[in-house]
């Protein structure tokens, strides 16, 4: 084999592959425009009436309209794009794109005469089984789209162009449920939620007054039992309370320590992951949990540190086969109660947050602490393979 090619063929496999990105963001431009320009408003609606939240079409009649005015353009869309693409450059390989829109084209067509409609993998009908994957788009990730909001959620195979606008998650109309919801950073949550259409729910175990038109409810340590009925209609549900005893290393301060921050979350997490019972909930709701950037770095506290890394361990085995998505909130030091001598600013953080889960970051980290942005990924990357081969 001659290896001085390696370096040639190297490039020629990368503009192929540009080329196919290029494509599916020219779908994705075409969706948009589907939402937001009044000429292709009406084939794409069609496309939204023609299905039910179990993915069934509506009838087969609405579906060849719908194959016929939204799916046949977007895919001559696509197929004229490449060419375009490809004709102007002069790079030859860039011809991937079109062979790649024909693809989608072909079976677009059949689809509109009724024909190969199983090609239509994205609508596949019965129950959703996967989670929404990050990267690449399933039917669970599309599903919301249809019936979660239909101004997010835009992307057809890749989620770069979400990812870019912020529309990976809408939180518009949904019920978000916040434990540590007196503290500073649960404060500013709350407002940074409720600035994007979120219905909140403050749980505190504090007699603080909240906002007119917060939700409050009283809970306790060790009766989180009682949570269960109001969580059963929650969407978000965000792990957000802790202590923090400092430099105590008593027998009493230890058991405070694990009871609050890693046991009675745990046991939150637990009860809000058996409310996932219906299929739309696998695409609904979520876990956030606050296990903060001691996971990987001193947090001058060791038995802060000790319990939240218990907590960080234990999210990331039980992740493994969770029924919906966990994000972990991987903070830095921020001004609050807990530490009076944070840098960041509660709302600064609270903001940051928001927008990497919508973002559909799953590990959402803001700190000031370059290293944990190294170091944290690392970690959950090789305890999460440790985990996977050593436990079922
Ligand atoms: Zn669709
Ligand atoms: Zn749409």
Redesign the pocket.
């Given at each position: 084999m001659d290896f001085s090619l390696l370096p040639q063929i190297a490039i020629q496999c990368l503009l192929g592959a540009s080329a196919i990105v290029f494509t599916e963001l020219v779908r994705d431009a075409y969706?948009i425009a589907?939402?937001y320009w009044q000429p292709l408003k009406r084939g794409?609606n069609l496309?939204?009436k023609a299905y039910r939240p179990d993915l069934t079409i509506t009838s087969l009649e609405m579906y060849q309209k719908a194959q016929l005015n939204n799916d046949v353009p977007e895919a001559i869309a696509m197929l004229g794009a490449a060419a375009i693409l490809a004709a102007c450059t002069q790079l030859p390989v860039l011809w991937i794109g079109c062979l790649y829109s024909l693809v989608f084209l072909i079976p677009a067509v059949a689809r509109s005469q009724g024909l190969l409609l199983q090609t239509d993998v994205t609508h596949k009908p019965g129950d959703l089984i996967e989670l929404p994957k990050p990267w690449i788009v399933n039917r669970t990730y599309h599903w919301r789209?249809h019936f979660d909001d239909?101004n997010a959620y835009?992307c057809g195979h890749f989620t770069i162009v979400d990812k870019l606008l912020g529309t990976s998650l809408a939180l518009k109309g949904k019920t978000v449920a916040i434990t540590g919801a007196s503290g500073a950073l649960g404060q500013a949550l709350i407002a940074e939620l409720s600035k994007h259409g979120a219905k909140v729910v403050a749980l505190t175990t504090s007699d603080r007054a909240f906002a007119e038109g917060i939700e409050v409810l009283h809970w306790q340590i060790g009766a989180e039992e009682e949570l269960r009925s109001r969580l059963q209609k929650v969407d978000i549900f965000i792990l957000n309370h802790g202590v923090n005893v400092y430099g105590d290393r008593t027998p009493a301060a230890i058991q405070t320590s694990y009871e609050v921050n890693t046991f009675s979350t745990w046991r939150l997490a637990e009860l809000f992951l058996e409310t996932v019972t219906e299929s739309s909930h696998k695409a609904l709701k979520e876990l956030w949990i606050n296990t903060s950037e001691a996971e990987v770095n001193p947090a001058l506290s060791p038995l802060y540190e000790l319990s939240k890394r218990a907590l960080g361990d234990l999210i990331t085995l039980r992740r493994l086969d969770a029924p919906c998505i966990i994000r972990k909130l991987v903070l830095g030091p921020f001004k609050s109660q807990l530490n009076p001598y944070g840098v960041m600013s509660a709302s600064g953080v609270a903001w940051a947050i928001v927008a990497l889960a919508k973002r559909d970051f799953r590990d959402i980290i803001v700190t000031i602490n370059p290293i944990t942005y190294i170091l944290f990924p690392i970690k959950e990357f090789f305890q999460s393979l440790y985990f996977r081969l050593f436990s079922k």
């Amino acid at each position: 084999m001659d290896f001085s090619l390696l370096p040639q063929i190297a490039i020629q496999c990368l503009l192929g592959a540009s080329a196919i990105v290029f494509t599916e963001l020219v779908r994705d431009a075409y969706h948009i425009a589907g939402h937001y320009w009044q000429p292709l408003k009406r084939g794409h609606n069609l496309h939204h009436k023609a299905y039910r939240p179990d993915l069934t079409i509506t009838s087969l009649e609405m579906y060849q309209k719908a194959q016929l005015n939204n799916d046949v353009p977007e895919a001559i869309a696509m197929l004229g794009a490449a060419a375009i693409l490809a004709a102007c450059t002069q790079l030859p390989v860039l011809w991937i794109g079109c062979l790649y829109s024909l693809v989608f084209l072909i079976p677009a067509v059949a689809r509109s005469q009724g024909l190969l409609l199983q090609t239509d993998v994205t609508h596949k009908p019965g129950d959703l089984i996967e989670l929404p994957k990050p990267w690449i788009v399933n039917r669970t990730y599309h599903w919301r789209h249809h019936f979660d909001d239909q101004n997010a959620y835009y992307c057809g195979h890749f989620t770069i162009v979400d990812k870019l606008l912020g529309t990976s998650l809408a939180l518009k109309g949904k019920t978000v449920a916040i434990t540590g919801a007196s503290g500073a950073l649960g404060q500013a949550l709350i407002a940074e939620l409720s600035k994007h259409g979120a219905k909140v729910v403050a749980l505190t175990t504090s007699d603080r007054a909240f906002a007119e038109g917060i939700e409050v409810l009283h809970w306790q340590i060790g009766a989180e039992e009682e949570l269960r009925s109001r969580l059963q209609k929650v969407d978000i549900f965000i792990l957000n309370h802790g202590v923090n005893v400092y430099g105590d290393r008593t027998p009493a301060a230890i058991q405070t320590s694990y009871e609050v921050n890693t046991f009675s979350t745990w046991r939150l997490a637990e009860l809000f992951l058996e409310t996932v019972t219906e299929s739309s909930h696998k695409a609904l709701k979520e876990l956030w949990i606050n296990t903060s950037e001691a996971e990987v770095n001193p947090a001058l506290s060791p038995l802060y540190e000790l319990s939240k890394r218990a907590l960080g361990d234990l999210i990331t085995l039980r992740r493994l086969d969770a029924p919906c998505i966990i994000r972990k909130l991987v903070l830095g030091p921020f001004k609050s109660q807990l530490n009076p001598y944070g840098v960041m600013s509660a709302s600064g953080v609270a903001w940051a947050i928001v927008a990497l889960a919508k973002r559909d970051f799953r590990d959402i980290i803001v700190t000031i602490n370059p290293i944990t942005y190294i170091l944290f990924p690392i970690k959950e990357f090789f305890q999460s393979l440790y985990f996977r081969l050593f436990s079922k």
